[in-house]
């Protein structure tokens, strides 16, 4: 079944502080492992993504970590600002035969100041 | 750069009323979707299309249908709305499939009364 799991569904963190989202995955045609952002009143924005490739991609404050054998993922923000505050989704893409995003059900940050 | 325009952006239907929810992007991409996002569910895939006088079913294409007459323009039609379909939807375009940044809309939010 395609299906992503993430955790947790929402989370509080302090300005500063480590933002850490789980997700996993039971499909292992899934190549292609997009993090989106979405802010209330907006439509999801992509944020990194990473292919299995590689263990770990960095843009900025924001990294995903990518463990294949335990089939899942994490995004990490870094010094978590207030402006981070958001929902975060994480999904998943399976070249073989199809065109969509499989999306996990998504975490609700909150960095308070 | 206008992205992804939807239109309207809020909108309140009885039940058994039809509409059509408009899509249009001007970044000339051929794949479009049509995604509902619903508190805590993340996004489902309900139809999407990739190129002029193409589309297929989503996750979740029950009750809805859609249109590609051109490459700009993607709407989708609820026929005798439900109050199941009260959500936010959302309209996305690439320029070629899942492994591609999807460009979302800012959504119109539908409430079935």
């Known amino acids: 079944q395609q299906q992503v799991k993430q955790s947790p569904q929402s989370l509080i963190v302090q300005k500063g502080g480590i933002s850490i989202i789980n997700c996993a995955y039971e499909n292992t045609a899934f190549d292609y492992f997009p993090w989106y952002q979405q802010f209330p009143g907006k439509g999801p924005a992509l944020l990194i993504a990473?292919?299995?490739?590689?263990s770990e991609k960095k843009e900025g404050r924001f990294t995903i970590s990518f463990n294949k054998s335990a089939k899942q993922f994490s995004l990490h923000i870094m010094d978590s600002q207030p402006g981070d505050s958001a929902t975060y989704f994480c999904a998943a893409y399976s070249g073989a035969g199809s065109y969509q995003l499989t999306f996990g059900k998504g975490t609700k940050l909150s960095v308070i100041p | 750069n206008a992205g992804v325009t939807q239109t309207p952006k809020f909108r309140i239907l009885k039940i058994g009323q039809s509409m059509t929810l408009q899509c249009a992007q001007d970044?000339?991409?051929?794949?479009m979707y049509w995604y509902r996002q619903d508190p805590g569910m993340g996004l489902k895939l309900i139809y999407y299309?990739?190129?002029?006088?193409?589309?297929d079913k989503g996750e979740v294409p029950n009750g809805y249908n859609v249109s590609r007459s051109t490459t700009e323009d993607f709407p989708l039609r609820l026929e005798l709305a439900a109050p199941s379909q009260t959500s936010v939807y959302f309209c996305a375009s690439n320029v070629e499939g899942g492994n591609q940044p999807q460009h979302f809309g800012d959504g119109t939010r539908l409430s079935i009364l």
């Open positions: 299309s990739v190129g002029a006088g193409i589309t």
């Open positions: 990473i292919r299995p490739d590689v």
């Open positions: 970044m000339n991409h051929n794949y």
